[in-house]
């Protein structure tokens, strides 16, 4: 690890001012990926803004139809948070399923959304549950934020403050995860949503990181049924080989977490 200078920021104002302050400057959540990243020296910053301490980032409430999760809400949080499990249980099930219990200890909804692994759990669920993130510039509709692997549309200097998760009729997600890391090889998270609405986000297949599976969403704003998926497959040509598993094991992946997505909501 590279020597470098660390500033706890005590608010939102704090935190915007000193990142624009230094060029080389770097937020920190809860680390999971950052410290891991800094120890292999793979990345340089000259500061470490952390963000434990800003209270705009934190808390959970339903308001107008909407669960807004501040962007520092820890995993093990949104997992237990008694508001998420009422009002987007398969959301809550989905923080469960997030690597180990020092994991959804220190990672937060922020991170992990900034980080934008491809193989990160709740990118399926942003896109699924047309999630807006807000940040201290602007809000960023979910369609809009991922912009493949590891990148997003956040700019220099923006800070992620909350997620708005619009009140779905019902949704779930479900994985294969990768034995070792607990990292999904793919996930498939179903939303039906307030007006109807079908949206499917998957997570850990794409070659250019989650995204919208549009022909389950047509085949199942036909008929929401486990038939409507029968022989529905997404594009190996789209999907991510590594020593892990071939594109064409992923492919079918996604159409298993599909059908096991649905049956939870059925
Ligand atoms: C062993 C292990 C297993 C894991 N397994 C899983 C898994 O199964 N599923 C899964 O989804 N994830 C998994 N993770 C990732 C984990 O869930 C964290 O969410 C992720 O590593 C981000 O960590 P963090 O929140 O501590 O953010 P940090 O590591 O602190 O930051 C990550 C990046 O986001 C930026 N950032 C942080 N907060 C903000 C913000 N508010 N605004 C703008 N930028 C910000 C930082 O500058 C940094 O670039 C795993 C991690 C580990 C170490």
Redo the contacts with the bound molecule.
């Keep these: 690890m590279y020597a470098l200078n660390y500033q706890r920021a005590k608010s939102l104002d704090e935190a915007v001012k000193l990142l624009g302050a230094e060029p080389e400057a770097?937020?920190?959540?809860?680390?999971?990926?950052?410290?891991?990243t800094l120890k292999a020296r793979l990345a340089q910053p000259s500061h470490l803004i952390d963000?434990a301490r800003v209270a705009e980032?934190k808390g959970i409430e339903v308001k107008d139809g909407v669960l807004i999760i501040g962007?520092?809400s820890k995993?093990y949080e949104v997992m237990t948070s008694a508001v998420v499990q009422k009002a987007i249980p398969g959301l809550a099930n989905m923080a469960s399923?997030?690597?180990?219990l020092q994991?959804r200890n220190?990672?937060?909804m922020?991170?992990?959304i900034?980080?934008n692994?491809p193989?990160?759990?709740?990118p399926a669920g942003v896109l699924a549950h047309n999630v807006t993130i807000v940040t201290n510039k602007r809000e960023i509709k979910a369609d809009d934020y991922f912009q493949g692997m590891f990148a997003t549309a956040?700019e220099e200097g923006?800070?992620?403050i909350k997620l708005l998760w619009p009140l779905p009729k019902k949704s779930a997600y479900s994985k294969f995860?990768h034995p070792a890391?607990?990292?999904?090889m793919a996930g498939t998270c179903i939303a039906q949503l307030a007006d109807g609405s079908v949206r499917v986000g998957v997570t850990g297949a794409g070659s250019s990181g989650a995204f919208r599976w549009t022909e389950a969403e047509e085949a199942l704003a036909k008929s929401f049924s486990l038939k409507a998926l029968e022989g529905l497959k997404v594009d190996p040509e789209t999907c991510l080989g590594d020593l892990h598993a071939p594109p064409e094991y992923r492919a079918h992946l996604v159409g298993v977490m599909a059908k096991r997505a649905l049956e939870k909501m059925l």
């Design positions: 770097k937020l920190m959540a809860g680390g999971q990926t950052l410290i891991p963000l980032l962007a520092m995993h399923l997030i690597g180990d994991v220190m990672g937060t922020g991170g992990s900034a980080n692994d193989a990160a759990d709740y956040l923006e800070i992620i995860e890391s607990g990292y999904a």
